[in-house]
């Protein structure tokens, strides 16, 4: 069984501050870690992803994750925030293979300009 | 085609009425799946289809959903009898190997 904890359904950050957007996960077995982005009225886009090669993942916009397996955290982290940030963002584990993936509840990044 | 076509973009459809959701995926892209996403809350896995595999249905709230995927590609959900509950968006999303979802723009349901 897999499942994803997304802290703080909604985070608030000045233009120019430190994203970090946290997630824990639980997994039986090795996972494979997304973050996913949907900006308002579109779809959901693919901004990162883990499965298993460098623990630190570089995505599109800045955006970037790090893998800490004693941690079981995947947290979304960007140096500075941009008014063009603002959007809800999803993590989502699958096990190795399995393909299905385990959405967390999202969270919602307001930018103060 | 270049990305995942949901249709219709928007069903309004009375209490008890059926109702059938499209899912056209990327081309090449060997599995498919059916997520609904209700106001305010994440993604709830319905239905999974990985190739010629029998699908995974274990999300399927009740025996009034149903869903098919046609010669490895199309896929249809299917509501019957829909209930106020079921207004949601409904996703569709596809992928190949591990590299991750290509999400549709959904289907956004209303039940009356």
């Known amino acids: 069984a897999q499942s994803v904890t997304q802290l703080g359904s909604h985070v608030s950050v000045s233009e120019g501050a430190l994203v970090l957007l946290r997630c824990n996960y639980s997994?039986?077995?090795?996972?494979?870690l997304f973050w996913y982005v949907q900006y308002p009225n579109q779809g959901l886009q693919l901004l990162l992803k883990?499965?298993?090669?460098?623990?630190l993942v570089k995505g599109i916009n800045g955006f970037e994750a790090e893998f800490k397996k004693s941690e079981t955290s995947f947290h979304l982290t960007k140096p500075s925030a941009h008014m063009s940030d603002a959007a809800e963002y999803f993590c989502?584990?699958?096990?190795?293979?399995?393909?299905?993936?385990?959405f967390g509840d999202g969270t919602t990044l307001t930018v103060k300009p | 085609g270049a990305g995942v076509s949901q249709s219709p973009s928007n069903k309004v459809t009375e209490k008890g009425k059926d109702v059938e959701l499209r899912c056209d995926p990327i081309?090449?892209?060997?599995?498919l799946y059916w997520y609904r996403q209700r106001l305010g809350q994440g993604l709830e896995f319905l239905i999974y289809?990985?190739?010629?595999?029998?699908?995974?249905k274990s999300g399927l709230p009740s025996d009034r959903f149903s869903a098919e995927r046609t010669g490895g590609s199309v896929s249809t959900l299917t509501i019957q009898r829909t209930q106020q509950e079921d207004s949601a968006v409904y996703l569709c999303?596809?992928?190949f190997g591990t590299g991750g979802y290509t999400f549709g723009s959904g289907t956004r349901l209303t039940v009356v």
């Open positions: 999303a596809s992928s």
């Open positions: 997994s039986s077995v090795p996972p494979y």
């Open positions: 883990y499965t298993s090669a460098a623990t």
């Open positions: 989502a584990v699958s096990e190795a293979n399995a393909g299905k993936s385990t």
């Open positions: 081309s090449g892209h060997t599995a």
């Open positions: 289809f990985q190739g010629n595999s029998a699908p995974d």
